[in-house]
Nanobody, 126 residues
């Protein structure tokens, strides 16, 4: 089945930067589109960004466009989220997700993703 393991969360002041990492374990995710979602307390899980298995195609939520960058690692079994110009409203638990094998097209609905990490907390103070 495999696992996704996130790292890199933490606390930062508004305007700062963080880089999240997600690595596959137990199987390769190199043929899977991967994405980041986030969930703040009391709110539904929301889409942040997605990248195709090759990393050539990316897709962002309007709220993070121009501030966040998603990328795939050279081995394509990892995905990163570089977050710049962070705002207090970016505070949430961030989750890494992987789509089903060889799926065409990027998705923004959590229900479309088959594999999930445990989440990492990002806190942005004003």
């Amino acid at each position: 089945q495999g696992q996704l393991v996130e790292s890199g969360g933490g606390s930062v002041q508004a305007g700062g930067s963080l880089r999240l990492s997600c690595a596959g374990a137990g199987r390769t995710f190199s043929i899977n589109n991967m994405a980041w979602f986030r969930q703040a307390p009391g709110l539904e899980r929301e889409f942040v960004a997605a990248a195709s298995w090759s990393g050539a195609t990316t897709y962002y939520a309007d709220s993070v466009k121009g501030r966040f960058t998603i990328s795939r690692g050279n081995d394509e079994n990892t995905v990163y989220l570089q977050m710049n110009s962070l705002k207090p409203e970016d505070t949430a638990v961030y989750y890494c997700a992987a789509d089903r094998d060889l799926r065409v097209g990027l998705r923004s609905s959590p229900g479309e993703y088959d594999h999930w990490g445990q989440g990492t907390q990002v806190t942005v103070s004003s």
